[in-house]
């Protein structure tokens, strides 16, 4: 890339430069169970990267306060949680298809109706399909950590990340992170802490005690079992 000054010039100028993801696509395969989750409830809970830029009233058939969580693995606290808050919306996107369906599958089982899922890169769906100043909550928990140095470039919280994701929170909207990885929580806080536009909620300036409403994930607690601490950060937007 080095004779442009950007991945936009470069673009423009017809150079195609592969995006640095925050992702290696596993291919899975589906269960039973996940394939028929998919084929009976994506139709009325899949949404579509190519659809563009999403009418919430349409989807969701009310206007309620909106969440939306990057890579919900199975799906199985992001169902939970919104089976517990009926009052808002929830939009999951995750690109491993097999929690996809495992997701579908868990949301028709506990009858919730009020989750919206996306197979796709987040970092596209947001860019392309999430308005600016809709989203209450964003939450993003226990995300790949990238453990080696060389690879810290790929997680998915960056300065540029943050502030694409603070476009699309509303005014004293939070974004929610936790992640059980010391080194990758430091990095958080530091990507946080010098963000534009963000207040941290906790009263220490570092993290916050796990908040009620987000339940234990599978990760959560096979890092307990292991010993390990989990961190949960929160960060307001304020301008
Ligand atoms: C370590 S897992 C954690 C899953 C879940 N949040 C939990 O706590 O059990 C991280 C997940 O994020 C997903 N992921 C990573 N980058 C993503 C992106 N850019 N868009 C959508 N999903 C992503 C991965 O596919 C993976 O399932």
């Not at 017809?14 to 996940?34: A, D, W």
């Not at 919730?112 to 197979?119: A, E």
């Not at 995300?143 to 603070?166: A, C, E, M, S, Y």
Request: glycine content about 8%.
């Amino acid at each position: 890339m080095s004779q442009y000054k950007s991945e936009q010039e470069a673009a423009e100028s017809g150079v195609y430069i592969r995006k640095i993801q925050s992702f290696v696509k596993r291919e899975g395969r589906l269960t039973n169970g996940q394939a028929k989750a998919l084929e009976l409830h994506w139709p009325t809970m899949g949404l579509e990267h190519k659809d563009g830029l999403l009418n919430l009233a349409e989807v969701f058939g009310r206007v309620a306060p909106l969440v939306l969580e990057i890579g919900f693995g199975m799906g199985k606290s992001l169902v939970e949680m919104a089976k517990n808050e009926p009052d808002k919306d929830f939009i999951g996107i995750e690109v491993h298809t097999p929690g996809v369906g495992a997701c579908l599958a868990d949301a028709a089982e506990q009858g919730v109706t009020n989750l919206r899922v996306y197979d796709h890169d987040a970092v596209e769906i947001l860019a392309d399909c999430i308005a600016d100043n809709s989203l209450s909550r964003m939450q993003l928990f226990f995300p790949d950590p990238w453990h080696k140095t060389r690879h810290h470039k790929r997680r998915i919280v960056q300065p540029d990340f943050v502030q694409k994701l603070r476009a699309k929170l509303e005014m004293g909207g939070v974004f929610h992170m936790a992640t059980d990885w010391e080194n990758y929580a430091e990095h958080m806080l530091e990507v946080m802490s010098q963000a534009a536009g963000f207040k941290n909620q906790s009263t220490s300036n570092d993290y916050v005690p796990r908040p009620e409403q987000r339940p234990l994930t599978k990760f959560e607690q096979r890092g307990h079992r292991l010993g390990h601490g989990v961190w949960d950060l929160m960060f307001e937007k304020v301008s």
